[in-house]
């Protein structure tokens, strides 16, 4: 029942086309983040879940009954959004109180469900603190509280975190998640931030410019991005693509790295995808991927380097053949010195430039 079908789905404003023919499956229970740059359509995309907006053409379905002219107050979805909606003038227990109450829930059920939900989003202590006291981050908690109260078999959020400081988020990030295991909610989740839709999500829908560009888990849409959006979105920093073209002999692939620059040796099977491929290539890898070795790979001089905590970050090369490597601990290069470095085969991913679409 709670399973959410797009089926064809498209919003227009005008002649502007936000949302292009979205297709997308939501399991019953499941985590679902909608995740992409501003401007993408995933507010678009979530507000016609939510029944606010009308799509212009498509479906969306609600197990197998079709939403079209459901109002929104009859569709069972919770809803917050990235402006905490309570009542101040009244207390945490009166705002977390205030749906089941309208619903005419009896007092001892009231108290026994605010008593959970407070205790699960850490209000506890705060019941009967005025809620125009409080902080912003406590007022986000406590909007998120107001709708999960409900118990909605449908949660949908919208950038709900992107106001609260950063420590709070990543608390906040770990209460969500408990909150939809407890509740066994379908959940869908908009954010332009990866962290979230990595730690949170069973699986990730990427989109960009209105389209759908990938659904995978967080690992799936990490290791193998679709396409070089995708391959570029995810990750911080995110993949490295170098210009190359198959070899003339089929046994590999010239990368594009400057004088400098050595081209890397190819896997078999990798070898064998590029005899399809006609045109440039994009080879792609991890900047986490990357191993300093001897010789064998990538060679180009280090123009910077980054020491983040445990983190290194090794900028390499200049403009197109720019890459990063990033290493766990402090490795021992330094400018104007040359690094070579290498991702292991299997990581390897090669994109069709023209398209942007994975090889493999
Ligand atoms: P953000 O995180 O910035 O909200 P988003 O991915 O959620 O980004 P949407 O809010 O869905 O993006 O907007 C998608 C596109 O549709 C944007 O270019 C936006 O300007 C446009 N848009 C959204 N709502 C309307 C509207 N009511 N009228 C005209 N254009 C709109």
Same mark, same amino acid.
């Given at each position: 029942?709670?399973?959410?079908?797009?089926?064809?789905?498209?919003?227009?404003?005008?002649?502007? +086309?936000?949302?292009?023919?979205?297709?997308?499956?939501?399991?019953?229970?499941?985590?679902?983040?909608?995740?992409?740059?501003?401007?993408?359509?995933?507010?678009?995309?979530?507000?016609?879940?939510?029944?606010?907006?009308?799509?212009?053409?498509?479906?969306?379905?609600?197990?197998?009954?079709?939403?079209?002219?459901?109002?929104?107050?009859?569709?069972?979805?919770?809803?917050?959004?990235?402006?905490?909606?309570?009542?101040?003038?009244?207390?945490?227990?009166? +705002?977390?109180?205030?749906?089941?109450?309208?619903?005419?829930?009896?007092?001892?059920?009231?108290?026994?469900?605010?008593?959970?939900?407070?205790?699960?989003?850490?209000?506890?202590?705060?019941?009967?603190?005025?809620?125009?006291?409080?902080?912003?981050?406590?007022?986000?908690?406590?909007?998120?509280?107001?709708?999960?109260?409900?118990?909605?078999?449908?949660?949908?959020?919208?950038?709900?975190?992107?106001?609260?400081?950063?420590?709070?988020?990543?608390?906040?990030?770990?209460?969500?998640?408990?909150?939809?295991?407890?509740?066994?909610?379908?959940?869908?989740?908009?954010?332009?931030?990866?962290?979230?839709?990595?730690?949170?999500?069973?699986?990730?829908?990427?989109?960009?410019?209105?389209?759908?560009?990938?659904?995978?888990?967080?690992?799936?849409?990490?290791?193998?991005?679709?396409?070089?959006?995708?391959?570029?979105?995810?990750?911080?920093?995110?993949? +490295?693509?170098?210009?190359?073209?198959?070899?003339?002999?089929?046994?590999?692939?010239?990368?594009?790295?400057?004088?400098?620059?050595?081209?890397?040796?190819?896997?078999?099977?990798?070898?064998?995808?590029?005899?399809?491929?006609?045109?440039?290539?994009?080879?792609?890898?991890?900047?986490?991927?990357?191993?300093?070795?001897?010789?064998?790979?990538?060679?180009?001089?280090?123009?910077?380097?980054?020491?983040?905590?445990?983190?290194?970050?090794?900028?390499?090369?200049?403009?197109?053949?720019?890459?990063?490597?990033?290493?766990? +601990?402090?490795?021992?290069?330094?400018?104007?010195?040359?690094?070579?470095?290498?991702?292991?085969?299997?990581?390897?991913?090669?994109?069709?430039?023209?398209?942007?679409?994975?090889?493999?």
């Amino acid at each position: 029942m709670s399973a959410i079908h797009l089926q064809n789905l498209v919003k227009t404003f005008g002649d502007f +086309n936000a949302l292009k023919t979205m297709d997308l499956a939501i399991a019953d229970g499941e985590f679902m983040a909608l995740l992409g740059p501003s401007g993408c359509g995933k507010s678009t995309t979530m507000n016609m879940i939510a029944g606010m907006e009308q799509p212009t053409s498509g479906k969306i379905l609600f197990g197998d009954r079709d939403m079209a002219g459901v109002p929104m107050g009859r569709r069972g979805v919770g809803f917050v959004f990235q402006n905490y909606a309570i009542f101040t003038h009244m207390t945490v227990r009166q +705002n977390l109180a205030y749906g089941p109450r309208m619903r005419g829930a009896a007092k001892a059920e009231i108290d026994r469900r605010v008593g959970t939900i407070a205790e699960m989003l850490q209000l506890t202590p705060l019941l009967d603190r005025k809620a125009d006291r409080l902080s912003v981050n406590i007022l986000q908690r406590v909007a998120i509280g107001r709708s999960a109260i409900m118990e909605p078999a449908i949660f949908l959020l919208d950038e709900p975190l992107s106001n609260v400081d950063a420590a709070f988020r990543a608390v906040m990030r770990t209460e969500l998640k408990q909150l939809q295991r407890q509740f066994r909610q379908t959940m869908v989740y908009v954010t332009h931030d990866q962290l979230e839709a990595m730690t949170m999500a069973d699986r990730i829908a990427v989109m960009d410019h209105g389209v759908l560009q990938q659904v995978g888990t967080p690992l799936e849409v990490y290791n193998n991005p679709a396409n070089v959006f995708v391959a570029r979105f995810i990750g911080a920093p995110g993949m +490295n693509l170098l210009k190359g073209r198959p070899a003339e002999s089929d046994r590999g692939l010239v990368v594009d790295l400057g004088p400098l620059g050595v081209t890397p040796p190819l896997p078999d099977e990798l070898a064998a995808a590029l005899r399809g491929v006609r045109g440039d290539v994009l080879y792609g890898f991890r900047p986490e991927q990357a191993m300093l070795v001897e010789n064998g790979g990538i060679s180009m001089p280090v123009t910077f380097v980054e020491r983040i905590g445990a983190r290194t970050i090794v900028h390499l090369g200049q403009g197109e053949n720019a890459v990063k490597a990033v290493f766990d +601990n402090d490795v021992g290069v330094s400018i104007e010195q040359a690094a070579t470095i290498a991702p292991p085969a299997p990581s390897v991913r090669i994109f069709d430039a023209a398209t942007g679409v994975a090889v493999n």
